[in-house]
């Protein structure tokens, strides 16, 4: 079984509700999930390290990065993912010009610094129906099972 962090940040609980989804189900397979929250239960950015798998979830409103994702987002130069597994999600709203930059911006920094990445970015309108969490179960096993091959 897999060591895996589910990291987030939520700005209307969406993204939260999706992370606690996902950790739940990876908690019922047998993993080993450490569940936390870039702003409330924030993590070191070196502790990726101890991880086989990331999942990265975040909220995307603007054509960036949200603040409270800013200081660990830099602090992830310092980091090597070599080995690591990464999937990002996140819920994101067609409203803005562009869809989901957050998610998009947190998978090239995380291939960037040579993790796995796995190829779809997870992003859901809004906030998550039972089709999105369905697929959200999906997603995190595929990233476990990319790290397992």
Avoid at 68 to 89: A, C, H, Q
Wanted: net charge negative; glycine share 6%.
């Amino acid at each position: 079984m897999a060591k895996v962090l589910v990291l987030y940040a939520s700005l209307t609980g969406s993204t939260e509700i999706m992370a606690e989804e996902m950790t739940n189900h990876l908690k019922e397979k047998g993993h080993d999930v450490e569940h936390k929250s870039f702003d409330l239960d924030p993590i070191d950015a070196q502790r990726l390290e101890e991880f086989d798998s990331i999942l990265f979830g975040s909220y995307s409103w603007d054509d960036d990065i949200p603040f409270e994702v800013e200081d660990f987002y830099f602090d992830m130069d310092d980091v090597d993912l070599t080995g690591k597994t990464v999937g990002v999600f996140g819920s994101c709203d067609t409203y803005y010009d562009i869809y989901g930059p957050a998610i998009d911006t947190l998978a090239a920094k995380s291939q960037e610094r040579n993790a796995t990445v796995y190829e779809e970015k997870f992003k859901f309108e809004l906030e998550p129906d039972d089709k999105d969490i369905d697929h959200g179960f999906e997603f995190a096993d595929a990233v476990i099972n990319l790290g397992a091959k």
